[in-house]
Structures are given as C-alpha cells and as structure tokens.
C-alpha cells in the first residue's frame, strides 16, 4: 500500500507545516526532504516556499510535492520533537503527524 492510499489522500493537495515550539533541531526533516525542509541559524526546522526561501512566521505552511510525499511523511514520522504536521489543503484535517486520526 502507497504512502497516498495508507491516507486516503491520492490524487489531493497536501501542505506540511512545522510547530517550532516544539521542535528539537534534530533535523531529521531536512536530511529526509530537503528540498522541503530547512535548519536556520536558531537551530529550529523551518518549512521552505516554492523560492527556497524560509517561511519563518508561525503556522507557515508548504505545498507537499507528489514526488517528495514519502520523505515528507518519512520525516512527520521519524521527528523526535513530533513537530511536522501534513494536512490535506482542502480541509485542514492533518493525515500525517501528532494529530492525525
């Protein structure tokens, strides 16, 4: 079963934030995607936009790229700070992270 069926969210838009209050700065998220997560220089993971620029205002949120969904959701899993939030666009609901059902 595919990371997309295992959610039930094949073929829906995805967006992935970070709660910084809770981050550890492992950066775990950023050896597994990336292109989608960063370290700044405070230590803490920070989501990246479409310019590879740090979204560093609290709740920013990212598109999850199709090809990157498994890293993404990889990382929301392996986070020791259970910080990385994945939710469907459509209706907020989170399917990957500390509050997904």
Known sequence: MSVEQGA???????EVWIDQDLCTGDGICA???????????????????????????????TPVPLTLLTDVV????????????VRRVSDKAEVYGPDAE
Not at 74 to 85: L, R, T
């Open 74 to 85: 990889d990382s929301a899993k392996e986070c020791p700070g259970e910080c990385i939030h």
């Open 31 to 61: 050896q597994y995607a990336p292109e989608v997560f960063e370290l700044d220089i405070d230590g803490l993971a920070y989501v990246k936009g479409a310019d590879d620029e740090l979204l560093q205002h609290a709740g920013a949120t």
């Open 8 to 14: 039930g969210t094949a073929g829906e838009a995805l």
